[in-house]
């Protein structure tokens, strides 16, 4: 095998496995642009947190009464700081103080949730964490541990949090359900569609998770025996396939969904409306 600057790759062999990463001569043996897909992954993460953090503790624009539109980042609304008609599940909590979000016990398992699933791991691993930014990229890490200590060890405790934001699918189902009789009653309007298609999209997000795969057909001997549960994993697996589609696209639906929601409700735009 020749080539230029072959002679620059140090690799370490030893009979026992490697306690140190691969070594590369020099910083990159890339000639391409490798950086810009870590680059672009990095500013579209942090675009969306940054939004949603500061949507999160704003405390106005999350409910439109009039068409009974609420944003999924204040859902489900439980506390007694929350708007009148905004609290579809009752108010079981009391005052919140403003540097908590109405929102709290669903926004820590979702952001948990998002953060230990499968792409997004493959995500900020290479982009933020660059391990690995990239093949024949050196890394800045001289030995890898694994999600075996903290704090990448929280990584396994994804299937935990896939059940919770699976319950959270259900609430934000039910937000888009209600949302179809406002104070004019029963109606169907723009914003009717976009909380419908944003809640279709992150069921997508949800089910194609790869802890759902696993909760649908793991632990399974014989197919055979179980068609049914077999006939859901292969949907599933259809879907798991499109994980990072979804990943991002839900990431977009969710900011839109939410704008559209803050300037009907703040009188800034008109909800077109198609019924009533």
């Known amino acids: 095998m020749s080539g230029a600057g072959i002679d620059d ?4 062999r030893n009979s026992a496995p490697a306690r ?3 070594g590369i001569g020099r910083r990159t043996l890339r000639t391409d642009r490798w950086w810009l897909q870590p680059l672009l992954t990095t500013l579209g993460l942090a675009a969306f947190v940054g939004y949603a953090t500061v949507r999160s503790f704003m405390r106005t624009g999350y ?23 905004s609290a579809h599940f009752g108010t079981p909590i009391g005052e919140l103080p403003a540097f908590i979000p109405l929102a709290f016990l669903s926004l820590p398992f979702l952001l948990g949730f998002r953060l230990t699933c ?14 690995p930014p990239a093949c024949a990229v050196t890394e800045p890490h001289a030995k890898y541990t694994g999600e075996t200590r903290l704090p990448l060890i929280v990584q396994n405790a994804h299937r935990y949090f896939f059940y919770v934001a699976f319950v959270i699918a259900l609430i934000n189902t039910w937000d888009a359900i209600v949302a179809f009789g406002g ?19 992150l069921w997508a997000y949800t089910v194609s998770c790869h802890s759902c795969r696993h909760v649908t057909g793991g632990r399974l001997k014989h197919f055979s025996a179980n068609p049914v549960r077999y006939w859901i994993w292969t949907q599933v697996s259809r879907l798991n396939v499109r994980h990072m589609q979804f990943a991002w696209i839900t ?3 969710l900011a839109l969904t939410d704008l559209y929601v803050w300037l009907v409700s703040t009188g800034t735009i008109t909800d077109l409306r198609f019924i009533n």
């Open 9 to 12: 790759v140090t690799v370490t």
């Open 20 to 22: 140190t990463r691969v």
């Open 63 to 85: 409910y439109d009464a009039e068409n009974n539109y609420l944003t999924p980042f204040y859902s489900p609304c439980l506390s007694d700081s929350c708007v009148p008609g």
């Open 118 to 131: 499968y792409y997004y791991r493959k995500a900020y691993y290479r982009s933020i964490w660059f391990s």
């Open 183 to 201: 104070e004019r009653g029963i109606g169907f309007g723009l914003g009717n569609l976009i909380l419908v298609i944003n809640v279709v999209l």
């Open 251 to 253: 990431l977009g639906t």
